[in-house]
């Protein structure tokens, strides 16, 4: 599903974000990406969603190498891979419903069918009661839960987490684990970024661990 | 069609949000469409009044004291070959001595001892409004002033050419104008939405993230500039319009007495119309032009 051979990335000469990584993340697979901050873990993630090319390497999505992928195409992966972040990035002055509404509305599906999905996957993590509410009204893990709906509602393959629980107390990043978990169940590949070793040695899920751009363990399987 | 709805409701929504950007931008329109306004309602009463004073245009073509049967013959074959001429007269000496009587009036009596008739025969031709373009009657008139038998050919050429002379530089002058304002308006409204952009520049990413086109995008704020540009070409047209009549009805003072023979009309509603449409193309223009270059860099 994801694979990523000799690749190398760098924010200017003296910055090497990743260097020389290869892994390879199986159809339906968990994966958590642990490691230190400044290890290079969200700039790996960013390379599998799209939005950053490596420097040199080759990376594989869906079977199809990113580096052939035009710029005008990458909405077309982008709709096959849900992304949830530490900081939410919801619309803030939007309501809980429209934030999870945006990511169908963008697929041109008429309005029922936008109002369907939401409900459903709204119900899902919970927040059916919530529907109408102001996202900045909702607590944290309430918000991350609206970007898990938003992540999730259109059934993509692929959902890649950057630090989901970075900004919670343990007992909703438990809850966020959670759902990841259910997200995982249903047949999707789930990959999280973390440095919440807690969780990740109770789950006994597949890690790569990486240190300074370079991947340390897990990478190949 | 559930597209264009949430284009209308996000660029409106946005628009409710930032009324005072929204509001300068409109007011800049309308100021902008104002001066376009006050040149189109000038051009076309210029047009309006030539087309007053062309509707009693007449040719004249006086003949030679000679003039055969024949060359009067030729002369008005070709005069009625003209597309738009609607009324050919012949006048003859006899009516055109009673004709200059006439306009004598007390005087008259100077023509007595006259022995023999000094006044020349002539045609008269009419135009309807097709044929009345100076143009058109420029070439009748050289045509026919190079047949023989002519002795003089006249319309009124000096003051008509004067006339077309001050509508043609009217024209072109609101031509000029129009278009820098013109530019003016499209590098505002490209303003305003390059700063729309920015205020959603979060927005922008977290769409692109959920797998949006730029065209699902950009579809807001290409409404959002045309409803800018739309408002501000109408609010334009309707100072314009205000101004006007509020002009029009101190024109009937007595201050005013020498003009009085001029009516003034307002720009049609179809082209108040057209002109509106036009902000909304140029709000068009400009959001394509700040969009472009920033989705370009996003």
């Not at chain 1, 230190?36 to 199809?64: H, I, N, W």
């Not at chain 1, 959902?159 to 900004?167: H, L, M, Q, R, S």
């Not at chain 1, 440095?195 to 990740?200: A, E, F, G, I, R």
């Not at chain 2, 002539?122 to 026919?144: M, P």
């Given at each position: 599903?994801?694979?990523?051979?000799?690749?190398?990335?760098?924010?200017?000469?003296?910055?090497?974000?990743?260097?020389?990584?290869?892994?390879?993340?199986?159809?339906?697979?968990?994966?958590?990406?642990?490691?230190?901050?400044?290890?290079?873990?969200?700039?790996?993630?960013?390379?599998?969603?799209?939005?950053?090319?490596?420097?040199?390497?080759?990376?594989?999505?869906?079977?199809?190498?990113?580096?052939?992928?035009?710029?005008?195409?990458?909405?077309?992966?982008?709709?096959?891979?849900?992304?949830?972040?530490?900081?939410?990035?919801?619309?803030?002055?939007?309501?809980?419903?429209?934030?999870?509404?945006?990511?169908?509305?963008?697929?041109?599906?008429?309005?029922?069918?936008?109002?369907?999905?939401?409900?459903?996957?709204?119900?899902?993590?919970?927040?059916?009661?919530?529907?109408?509410?102001?996202?900045?009204?909702?607590?944290?893990?309430?918000?991350?839960?609206?970007?898990?709906?938003?992540?999730?509602?259109?059934?993509?393959?692929?959902?890649?987490?950057?630090?989901?629980?970075?900004?919670?107390?343990?007992?909703?990043?438990?809850?966020?684990?959670?759902?990841?978990?259910?997200?995982?169940?249903?047949?999707?590949?789930?990959?999280?970024?973390?440095?919440?070793?807690?969780?990740?040695?109770?789950?006994?899920?597949?890690?790569?661990?990486?240190?300074?751009?370079?991947?340390?363990?897990?990478?190949?399987? | 069609?559930?597209?264009?709805?949430?284009?209308?409701?996000?660029?409106?929504?946005?628009?409710?949000?930032?009324?005072?950007?929204?509001?300068?931008?409109?007011?800049?329109?309308?100021?902008?469409?104002?001066?376009?306004?006050?040149?189109?309602?000038?051009?076309?009463?210029?047009?309006?009044?030539g087309a007053r004073l062309a509707a009693g245009l007449r040719l004249s073509v006086y003949l030679e004291p000679g003039c055969t049967p024949q060359q009067k013959q030729a002369l008005r074959t070709a005069l009625a070959s003209h597309p738009g001429a609607f009324e050919l007269r012949f006048v003859d000496q006899t009516e055109a001595a009673?004709?200059?009587r006439a306009l004598l009036g007390g005087q008259a009596y100077l023509l007595d001892g006259l022995e023999e008739n000094p006044l020349p025969e002539s045609f008269e031709v009419g135009f309807d409004s097709q044929g009345r373009r100076l143009e058109n009657i420029q070439v009748l008139a050289d045509t026919v002033a190079g047949m023989p038998?002519?002795?003089?050919?006249?319309?009124?050429?000096?003051?008509?050419?004067?006339?077309?002379?001050?509508?043609?530089?009217?024209?072109?002058?609101?031509?000029?104008?129009?278009?820098?304002?013109?530019?003016?308006?499209?590098?505002?409204?490209?303003?305003?939405?390059?700063?729309?952009?920015?205020?959603?520049?979060?927005?922008?990413?977290?769409?692109?993230?959920?797998?949006?086109?730029?065209?699902?995008?950009?579809?807001?704020?290409?409404?959002?500039?045309?409803?800018?540009?739309?408002?501000?070409?109408?609010?334009?047209?309707?100072?314009?319009?205000?101004?006007?009549?509020?002009?029009?009805?101190?024109?009937?003072?007595?201050?005013?007495?020498?003009?009085?023979?001029?009516?003034?009309?307002?720009?049609?509603?179809?082209?108040t119309l057209q002109v509106s449409l036009a902000g909304g193309v140029l709000g068009l223009i400009g959001s394509v032009m700040s969009l472009g270059k920033y989705l370009k860099k996003a």
């Amino acid at each position: 599903m994801i694979q990523m051979y000799h690749v190398n990335l760098s924010y200017g000469a003296d910055s090497p974000a990743l260097v020389d990584v290869s892994l390879r993340i199986e159809k339906a697979g968990f994966v958590f990406l642990t490691g230190p901050s400044g290890a290079g873990k969200t700039s790996l993630l960013r390379l599998m969603y799209l939005a950053e090319r490596c420097d040199s390497g080759q990376v594989l999505l869906f079977g199809q190498n990113v580096a052939r992928i035009k710029q005008r195409e990458i909405f077309r992966y982008r709709r096959r891979i849900g992304v949830v972040f530490q900081d939410f990035k919801l619309l803030n002055l939007r309501t809980v419903f429209e934030n999870v509404a945006v990511a169908v509305e963008v697929l041109g599906k008429p309005r029922r069918e936008v109002a369907k999905r939401t409900r459903r996957i709204l119900r899902l993590v919970g927040l059916e009661h919530k529907i109408h509410a102001g996202v900045l009204k909702l607590s944290g893990g309430e918000q991350q839960r609206v970007a898990i709906a938003r992540a999730i509602v259109n059934d993509p393959p692929v959902v890649i987490a950057d630090e989901p629980t970075g900004n919670l107390d343990p007992k909703l990043g438990r809850e966020i684990y959670g759902l990841l978990t259910d997200i995982h169940a249903r047949g999707a590949t789930v990959v999280v970024a973390t440095h919440d070793m807690s969780w990740v040695g109770q789950t006994q899920k597949r890690v790569i661990h990486l240190e300074n751009g370079r991947i340390l363990s897990g990478g190949m399987r | 069609m559930s597209q264009l709805y949430r284009f209308l409701r996000s660029a409106g929504r946005h628009l409710v949000r930032s009324p005072g950007v929204a509001a300068v931008t409109v007011g800049t329109i309308t100021m902008v469409f104002f001066i376009i306004g006050v040149f189109l309602l000038l051009a076309h009463n210029v047009e309006l009044v030539g087309a007053r004073l062309a509707a009693g245009l007449r040719l004249s073509v006086y003949l030679e004291p000679g003039c055969t049967p024949q060359q009067k013959q030729a002369l008005r074959t070709a005069l009625a070959s003209h597309p738009g001429a609607f009324e050919l007269r012949f006048v003859d000496q006899t009516e055109a001595a009673s004709r200059f009587r006439a306009l004598l009036g007390g005087q008259a009596y100077l023509l007595d001892g006259l022995e023999e008739n000094p006044l020349p025969e002539s045609f008269e031709v009419g135009f309807d409004s097709q044929g009345r373009r100076l143009e058109n009657i420029q070439v009748l008139a050289d045509t026919v002033a190079g047949m023989p038998g002519v002795e003089e050919v006249q319309y009124g050429q000096a003051w008509l050419d004067r006339f077309f002379e001050f509508s043609r530089i009217v024209r072109g002058l609101g031509w000029l104008v129009g278009g820098v304002v013109f530019l003016v308006a499209v590098l505002i409204v490209s303003n305003t939405i390059r700063l729309s952009v920015y205020a959603r520049k979060e927005e922008i990413s977290i769409l692109k993230l959920v797998g949006a086109t730029n065209g699902f995008i950009k579809g807001p704020f290409y409404m959002e500039g045309m409803a800018l540009g739309f408002a501000g070409a109408l609010f334009g047209m309707l100072c314009t319009y205000l101004i006007f009549t509020t002009l029009l009805s101190r024109w009937d003072m007595p201050g005013w007495l020498g003009f009085r023979m001029i009516s003034l009309d307002f720009i049609p509603v179809a082209t108040t119309l057209q002109v509106s449409l036009a902000g909304g193309v140029l709000g068009l223009i400009g959001s394509v032009m700040s969009l472009g270059k920033y989705l370009k860099k996003a």
